[in-house]
């Protein structure tokens, strides 16, 4: 699919500061393939559905994950979780995007993962760090992402933990196997 094509489609989905926010991970996650060595077409694609089911009514959620080949335990977590992994399979269902490094990027842009690609630092990075945000330590955050990939997602994996924790809400195992990963990826 055309990223036009996409952008049309997912601006209908999307309130306007999440479509801006969306088109801002597109431009970032674009310049981060570049400089990575990510495929940048790829990058952008999946960076303008990364958010496309943000939105979507939890029941609507819910029944595609019971029904679907979806991990069962999201449904244990924050609803929060579940519109990446949703998203990763309505491309496919009703776009026809196959394609798995895109589909993971947009899976686990929410929590990482262990074992992550490129491609799923890319956008779990872009995400974080699109010129839009305003987090404690983003500016941290985003010189080491000029420099070294893994080390910026580390900064986001221990902030984000260290963010739920200090709130006192749940932590979803994929976040906990992203940070144990990326520290020892580091360096
Ligand atoms: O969709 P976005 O707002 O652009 O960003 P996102 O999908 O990366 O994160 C959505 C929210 O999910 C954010 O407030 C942080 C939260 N989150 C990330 N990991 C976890 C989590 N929430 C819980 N409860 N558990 C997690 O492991
Ligand atoms: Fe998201
Ligand atoms: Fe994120
Ligand atoms: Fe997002």
């Known amino acids: 699919m055309e990223i036009k094509e996409a952008t049309t489609i997912v601006e209908k989905y999307l309130t306007k500061s999440r479509f801006e926010h969306t088109l801002r991970v597109a431009k970032t996650a674009k310049e981060l393939a570049g400089k990575y060595g990510v495929d940048q077409e790829k990058a952008e694609l999946a960076a303008i559905f990364h958010d496309y089911c943000k939105y979507r009514p939890l029941d609507e959620m819910r029944r595609i994950i019971e029904e679907s080949y979806l991990p069962k335990d999201l449904l244990h977590f924050h609803h929060e979780l579940w519109h990446g992994p949703v998203a990763s399979l309505l491309i496919e269902r009703e776009y026809g995007i196959t394609d798995s490094s895109i589909k993971d990027a947009i899976f686990y842009h929410t929590t990482g993962r262990a074992n992550m690609s490129d491609m799923e630092l890319v956008l779990f990075v872009a995400d974080y760090i699109e010129p839009g945000r305003d987090f404690p330590g983003l500016d941290e955050v985003r010189e080491t992402a000029k420099k070294d990939l893994i080390h910026a997602a580390w900064l986001i994996s221990r902030n984000t933990i260290r963010f739920l924790?200090?709130?006192?809400?749940?932590?979803?195992?994929?976040?906990?196997?992203?940070?144990?990963?990326?520290?020892k990826r580091v360096n």
């Open 165 to 183: 924790m200090d709130k006192g809400h749940t932590i979803y195992p994929d976040s906990f196997h992203s940070y144990n990963d990326l520290t």
